[in-house]
């Protein structure tokens, strides 16, 4: 579940490969520990940990795929509103797919249930577009200012950027495209 529209691969044959990947990820890095837990308070005392580990090779896999498979889903609503939508790539498609599928998910406990469910994962997707947002105002504040993200003795800090000749020359150019900028002052090919 990605948002950054500068940074996706923009073949949605590849997006599908990513966001299956993302999903078999995430979901056995939040699934191992669920089902590790469980099997242990599941086991009686002398197999608590042989309990948790079957718990986790069992039913782990089985929630990375279904999470894996609900990612896919979304994909296709989403490259599906993109395409409906004349190639327009914004972050209402994955609100919108991300609303659609877990109501449909839902959709066999009934209306309610379903309605509810698409409720929750509206808001879900509305906050995550919000903090991706967010993220993105700052970290463009931040290349404005002329300042990064480093790290000094482990610890991260702003430390001002150091600018090569292609970004003076950006700063100083009045137009044209970066590629033009760059050649026509010599220093890129």
């Not at 608590?48 to 296709?76: K, Q, S």
């Not at 879900?124 to 290349?143: P, T």
């Amino acid at each position: 579940m990605q948002f950054h529209l500068n940074g996706e691969v923009p073949d949605y044959r590849y997006r599908l490969i990513d966001y299956v990947g993302d999903g078999i990820v995430i979901g056995l890095s939040i699934g191992s520990p669920y089902h590790f837990i469980k099997g242990l308070y599941a086991s009686p005392n002398g197999g608590r940990l042989a309990g948790g580990i079957h718990a986790v090779r069992t039913e782990a896999p089985r929630f990375a795929g279904r999470l894996a498979g609900r990612l896919a889903v979304i994909w296709a609503l989403e490259s599906g509103l993109s395409l409906a939508r004349s190639w327009r790539e914004d972050r209402l498609n994955t609100v919108v797919a991300g609303t659609a599928i877990f109501g449909l998910v839902n959709l066999h406990r009934g209306a309610p249930a379903a309605a509810r469910s698409a409720f929750l994962a509206a808001a879900f997707y509305v906050a995550l577009a919000a903090a991706d947002m967010g993220i993105d105002e700052w970290h463009s504040r931040l290349v404005r200012s002329g300042r990064r993200v480093g790290f000094e003795n482990g610890w991260p800090v702003l430390v001002p950027v150091t600018r090569g000749p292609c970004q003076a020359a950006l700063a100083d150019a009045a137009g044209g495209s970066i590629k033009n900028r760059c050649v026509s002052i010599g220093f890129c090919s």
